[in-house]
């Protein structure tokens, strides 16, 4: 039977709730999406990999979001064209749902636009560049004071180049701590408290959202500022490993943060980070999971267990 956007998160909570637990199991994820044909890349994956099942929404297609995060392990809001600033109600929506992470003290992580509504939510400004300058491409980035200590907290260093592809940037936020920051646009990532991230860059790209985005939105990349496509694919044949190590690193230490770290029975769900052994590839049981894999031309759905997927 196939859902309806209209009570799928709904029957999605009833499902977690009376579904039997495997002593592995751990809780989803939250993944919030703002488009179609949008994924959530590398980041899907490494969860996927860890043994949490993506819970795919879309609000701005009509999905729900529940009122609570109890059976979510933690939430991440991703990019999109829009911008933090517009007045539609499913954005308001979104916005305001951040406050149930924080409150619950969920892991929370916005990317791009997800970051910037983080900001939004906490009392910040998200605003265009004053000369009109956009990021699209591979950026620097520097760590600042609390960033050099969370890169010690993390065990390993910052990148050095991100990947980039907005227009509007944000500040910092009362109450929030900038842990990286740039040279356009001064503020690159956030923390507020001790589970709530926003980083301004796009760490979950994989070779294909590249040639994709490089693609549909070539016109963006006559922005000032902006880098034309070679570049892209050159930057991310030089500065991707290291984002690639260093987002594993740090989404070990996100699923941590908070109390969704657990498996279904409330039991710890992660081993240490750094340990060669902790996160074999899953077991292959049917489910599919509607994420990019590395070098993948289109979106792929590998077979890999208790992966929730939205859809229509």
């Known amino acids: 039977m196939v859902m309806k956007f209209s009570d799928a998160g709904a029957r ?22 703002h488009q179609e044909g949008s994924t959530p890349g590398r980041v899907g994956r490494l969860l996927a990999e860890r043994g949490h099942p993506l819970d795919i929404r879309r609000p701005r297609l ?3 979001l529940p009122e609570t995060l109890a059976l979510h392990a933690g939430v991440v809001i991703f990019g999109g064209p829009m911008s933090a600033n517009d007045g539609d109600d499913w954005l308001r929506a979104e916005t305001d749902f951040i406050g149930v992470a924080l409150k619950e003290e969920k892991p929370f992580l916005g990317l791009c636009l997800g970051a910037q509504m ?12 004053a000369d009109g300058r956009a990021e699209i491409g591979y950026y620097p980035i520097r760590p600042t004071r ?13 990148p050095t180049h991100v990947y980039h592809w907005h227009r509007e940037g944000f500040d910092t936020p009362r109450g929030a701590v900038a842990l990286a920051e740039g040279d356009d646009f001064p503020v690159q990532a956030i923390r507020y408290g001790d ?40 930057g991310r044949f030089m500065y991707d490993p290291a984002v690639r190590l260093w987002l594993g690193m740090f989404l070990d230490r996100w699923l941590d943060g908070g109390r969704g770290a657990q498996r279904l029975d409330g039991t710890p769900a992660h081993p240490m980070a750094g340990d060669p052994g902790a996160h074999p590839a899953p077991p292959h049981h049917g489910d599919r999971l509607l994420a990019e894999t590395e ?11 208790r992966v929730i997927r939205r859809v229509r």
């Open 295 to 305: 070098g993948a031309a289109h979106v792929v759905e590998p077979d890999l267990p």
């Open 12 to 33: 999605r909570d009833e499902q977690l709730v009376r579904r039997p637990a495997a002593s592995a199991d751990k809780l989803p994820v939250l993944i919030i999406l």
């Open 118 to 129: 983080l900001c939004r939510h906490l009392g910040g400004n998200v605003c265009a560049h």
């Open 195 to 234: 589970a709530a991230f926003g980083f301004q860059f796009h760490p979950e790209v994989t070779h294909a959202m590249v040639y994709r985005w490089t693609t549909l939105a070539a016109a963006r990349m006559n922005a000032p500022g902006a880098q034309a496509a070679p570049l892209h694919h050159r």
């Open 62 to 64: 009509g999905d729900r």
């Open 146 to 158: 609390a960033g050099l200590d969370f890169a010690d907290e993390l065990g390993a260093p910052w």
